[in-house]
Nanobody
Framework: QVQLVESGGGLVQAGGSLRLSCATS????????MGWFRQAPGKEREFVAA????????YYADSLKGRFTISRDNAKNTVYLQMNSLKPEDTAIYYC??????????????????????RGQGTQVTVSS
């Protein structure tokens, strides 16, 4: 059973920052690429960022590059999403997800394409104007 536990969401003013965390087991962490999605009310799920199992490869939604940074701490089995210069349109539930490598596509690229194998329960991020 793969468990992904997000934390760090909350209410922040526009221009502020938040850091989300997602903890999982060591076995999951060492075998999956990790990433983040978000879903705002009435909108489709949106890919945010992904990182390879080694941490050497990162992928971002084009619209979020420069404001969001994904990283992982292999010693703590935790992936982070640092969000800076937050805007009201960043308000959403943020989900941590993981994806294994498939036959012809890497885990991070699967996440970037909207695919995942497991997902957490999500954490709410609300940005006030």
């Amino acid at each position: 059973q793969v468990q992904l536990v997000e934390s760090g969401g909350g209410l922040v003013q526009a221009g502020g920052s938040l850091r989300l965390s997602c903890a999982t087991s060591r076995r999951t962490f060492s075998n999956y690429a990790m990433g983040w999605f978000r879903q705002a009310p009435g909108k489709e799920r949106e890919f945010v960022a992904a990182v390879s199992w080694s941490g050497g490869g990162t992928y971002y939604a084009d619209s979020l590059k420069g404001r969001f940074t994904i990283s992982r701490d292999n010693a703590k089995n935790t992936v982070y999403l640092q969000m800076n210069s937050l805007k009201p349109e960043d308000t959403a539930i943020y989900y941590c997800a993981c994806a294994a490598q498939a036959q012809f596509i890497t885990g991070p690229r699967r996440l970037a394409a909207g695919e995942y194998d497991y997902r957490g329960q999500g954490t709410q991020v609300t940005v006030s104007s």
